[in-house]
């Protein structure tokens, strides 16, 4: 992402003219600022370089707006280059870089790991939509079964968006957008070779294979989750109505979420140098 913007961006009517480019950068800003900040009415809600004109509401202005209230001395819902509202915005995301638009015109998609693991991904329980909780939800990616502490890579070029946080009995996990697709790499120690705002490379070692506390499993794992980008948000829900279902059952996962299963099987045919 360039670290200027050449015009301003917000409200239509105080005279920002919205160039497409300038406004996919503040939403990425200000996308990365909701996540880091735990603020989720600073999310524009997309990355579409578009602002809607009145009498539509625009949620990257109320975004903007939002932002504002909380870090400058002034909401107007426009934000022009060099201004107080831009430099904060900088200062909450000073690492962000723009993620691949078509990571396939620009690096080859790899396997996770340089080897492909004993136990198949396609089968229970670490096949995507196994039953968890009784069947009262479903398994959300494909655990890839190795030895706590081995590498796992960037399946392609991309940018951390969130992490390492924690994620799943005493675990950590890194959520990368890769262009095509948003990853979550799961199940991951808290120590990473990357974190937030930091462009990855495919085939890069990003993290190491966590540990489980507190559950009997068969083997630590890589747990690994792909989403489309079709809609934004944080990547776990807590309602099943916001939920990805399958024959009634959810996720408990944003509603984008696919099954990562064919993927896997594509890239086990390229697996990236140990």
């Given at each position: ?5 050449s ?6 009517e ?9 406004v996919?950068?503040v ?8 996540e880091?900040?735990?603020?989720p009415?600073?999310d ?10 009145t009498?539509e ?19 107007d ?54 039953p968890?909780?009784?069947?009262a ?13 081995t590498?796992i ?15 799943y009995?005493e ?16 199940e ?28 009997q499993?068969p ?8 989403y489309d980008?079709s809609?934004s ?11 990805a279902?399958k ?14 299963t064919?993927?896997?099987n594509q ?8």
């Amino acid at each position: 992402m360039s670290s200027e913007i050449s015009a301003s961006v917000g409200r239509w009517e105080k005279g920002a003219p919205n160039l497409q480019d300038d406004v996919r950068t503040v939403q990425r800003l200000l996308k990365t600022a909701a996540e880091t900040l735990e603020a989720p009415e600073i999310d524009p809600k997309g990355v579409d370089g578009k602002i809607s004109r009145t009498p539509e509401t625009s949620d990257t202005v109320e975004a903007i707006e939002a932002f504002q209230s909380r870090f400058t001395s002034a909401v107007d819902g426009v934000v022009p280059p060099g201004s107080q509202t831009w430099t904060a915005l900088l200062g909450v995301a000073p690492n962000l870089r723009t993620a691949p638009e078509n990571v396939s015109d620009i690096s080859q998609w790899l396997f996770p790991f340089p080897t492909v693991p004993a136990k198949s991904w396609e089968e229970r329980p670490r096949a995507f939509a196994s039953p968890r909780a009784g069947g009262a939800r479903l398994h959300a990616g494909c655990d890839l079964y190795f030895p706590r502490g081995t590498p796992i890579y960037a399946i392609a070029d991309g940018v951390v968006t969130r992490g390492p946080y924690p994620f799943y009995c005493e675990t950590f996990a890194l959520e990368i957008d890769h262009g095509t697709f948003v990853a979550r790499y799961g199940e991951i120690q808290s120590k990473t070779e990357v974190i937030a705002g930091a462009r990855v490379k495919a085939g890069q070692k990003i993290a190491s294979v966590g540990h489980l506390v507190g559950i009997q499993v068969p083997s630590d794992m890589l747990h690994f989750e792909l989403y489309d980008k079709s809609v934004s948000g944080p990547l776990t829900v807590a309602s099943d109505s916001g939920s990805a279902m399958k024959n009634g059952v959810p996720f408990m996962r944003r509603k984008d979420l696919i099954d990562p299963t064919l993927k896997l099987n594509q890239w086990r045919e390229n697996l990236p140098p140990a």
